[in-house]
């Protein structure tokens, strides 16, 4: 088979950065995009045969076009796109502008939303394709003091999930990586925080905002292991829709599963005397 070409986003860091290298470990040809020209310079000085890296801010519509015609006329197509580029943020409700939402929904959301819709006319023409969306084990249960930063992940579940029973007939996959804590910069000089704090909320959301500083470099996954996951991901036959990942993923979520049935069961009655 032919060397798969991957478009991921963000790979200056994380599982991004650990993704990409991994790719190229295993033989396929990596795009990988920087917000930094000078980042997007290094990387081609150091990897002229099996990679690519290209400029790119998502946020920008325009520029995502662009990016995609050019890797179109130059490589014929996008075999997986990872949507990884994105940001986390912390902050009461309350406390957060609007100004800082939309600064939040504009990568996590909308710029994933743009790019992916701009890849699929060229996967519809290939009849193949994997979309990998990063999201998040906050992308399914919310908590307080991240409440802005679990909408933009719980929005790019929603299109996905929508996403995959769309083009899973026209030879396309759709995957959803849940991460809990992995030992990224996440929550250390790339976490954006609510400019405003109130006193009121100290011992909630103000107290995440502590936990979730706390842990910067402390946190139990490891990206490369992530990494794997992901390739494996893409290599299966039949992937599943979500792939969680670390031990916390699995007992938040559990946690939101258990929290749901318990109030479809507890109003069950109530629900089914709704009706006509």
Same mark, same amino acid.
């Given at each position: ?29 990596? &795009? ?32 995502? +076009? ?79 003091? $991240? ?5 933009? +992940? ?27 804590? $992995? ?69 938040? &979520? ?21 009706? $006509?």
């Amino acid at each position: 088979m032919n060397k798969r070409i991957w478009l991921i986003t963000g790979i200056s860091s994380g599982i991004g950065k650990a993704l990409a290298a991994a790719v190229i470990e295993k033989g396929d040809f990596v &795009i990988g995009t920087f917000r930094s020209e000078s980042e997007v310079i290094a990387y081609n000085e150091n990897n002229i045969y099996n990679a690519k890296a290209m400029l790119l801010d998502v946020t920008e519509e325009n520029d995502v +076009k662009d990016c995609v015609d050019k890797i179109i006329a130059t490589y014929g197509r996008i075999d997986v796109l990872v949507n990884n580029a994105g940001m986390g943020f912390i902050g009461a409700i309350e406390e957060t502008s609007m100004a800082e939402v939309r600064s939040v929904f504009e990568p996590n959301f909308f710029g994933t939303l743009n790019l992916t819709r701009t890849v699929l006319p060229f996967m519809r023409k290939e009849k193949q394709g994997h979309i990998i969306q990063i999201s998040s084990h906050g992308g399914i249960k919310a908590f307080a003091g $991240f409440g802005i930063y679990n909408a933009s +992940k719980f929005a790019l579940e929603g299109f996905s999930e929508a996403l995959a029973q769309e083009v899973s007939p026209l030879g396309i996959k759709v995957s959803i990586v849940e991460p809990g804590p $992995f030992r990224t910069n996440f929550a250390g000089d790339k976490l954006r925080e609510a400019e405003i704090e109130i006193a009121d909320y100290a011992e909630t959301a103000g107290a995440f905002r502590a936990k979730l500083k706390s842990v910067d470099g402390k946190q139990e996954g490891d990206p490369e292991k992530a990494a794997k996951a992901i390739i494996d991901l893409a290599n299966s036959e039949n992937p599943t829709l979500r792939l969680p990942l670390g031990k916390l993923a699995l007992k938040t &979520i559990s946690m939101k599963l258990a929290s749901v049935k318990s109030d479809l069961e507890n109003n069950r009655a109530i629900a089914e005397n709704a009706v $006509f």
